[in-house]
Structures are given as structure tokens and as C-alpha cells.
């Protein structure tokens, strides 16, 4: 089973400040995160808690649900 304390995800759509804090707003509801970043320039969110398969999972969702793709 897969675990640790970060995972850098590639997200496609995030173009200003205002689509970084909604995948932020919608990364930090996932239950096991404590901190994200995200940034619309390199096209990433760093994600920092206690993180499992499952809790990336739940972070893949939240971000499509939030309108952008995870590309990886």
C-alpha cells in the first residue's frame, strides 16, 4: 500500500490565482491533508498530510470536481 507525506500532482485548467485557491479549497477538504500549494505557473499542487492511496484518490476527485484535469 502506498504511503506518504507529499505527492505533486500536474493539473491542467489553472490559469490565475483565483483557480489556485479553489484546487486549494477543494484539496484542503480532503480528510489527511494538512497543507497544499498549488501553482497555475508550473501547472502543479504540492499536497502535504498524511496521504494513502485512497486520500489521493479523494484528491484526483476533488480537483476534477473543482473543473480541472489531473494530468498526472
Given at each position: ?20 485557491a ?38 484526483r ?12
Amino acid at each position: 500500500m502506498f504511503s506518504s507525506d507529499s505527492v505533486t500532482l500536474k493539473v491542467a485548467g489553472m490559469t490565475c490565482g483565483h483557480c489556485e485557491a479553489r484546487v486549494v479549497k477543494a484539496v484542503s477538504s480532503v480528510e489527511g491533508v494538512k497543507s497544499c500549494k498549488a501553482s497555475s505557473s508550473k501547472g502543479t499542487v504540492v499536497v502535504k498530510g498524511n496521504l494513502t492511496n485512497d486520500t489521493v484518490e479523494r484528491i484526483r476527485a476533488a480537483i476534477t470536481e473543482a473543473g480541472y484535469s489531473v494530468t498526472e
